[in-house]
């Protein structure tokens, strides 16, 4: 028991969950910004799994659009400027 304390009282513990998260949700948000899929985005970018979900959608469920980009349309349309 004692030393699965000191090992989780240890930084370098988790420096290599740190960055193994940081890749995988680095790379599903890139890949869900890319296809303009608003609400993936926002789903990899709270939820913290490290990099199991992310990596789930990278592989298997990037192909599906939730909403058919309705809320990015909406948003679109919301915040659109008019050129002059």
Known sequence: MNNITYL???PQF????LLWSI??????L???ATKKQLVWFILLLNINTLGLLEI?????LNRWDI??????SFLEK??????K
């Not at 890749?23 to 599903?28: E, L």
């Not at 789930?56 to 298997?60: A, G, K, L």
């Not at 909403?67 to 990015?72: E, T």
């Open 8 to 10: 989780l009282s240890q």
């Open 14 to 17: 988790y420096v290599p969950f």
């Open 23 to 28: 890749f995988w949700k680095g790379f599903a």
């Open 30 to 32: 890139w890949k869900s």
């Open 56 to 60: 789930v959608y990278v592989f298997f």
């Open 67 to 72: 909403d058919n980009g309705r809320i990015l």
């Open 78 to 83: 919301k915040f659109k400027r008019n050129k």
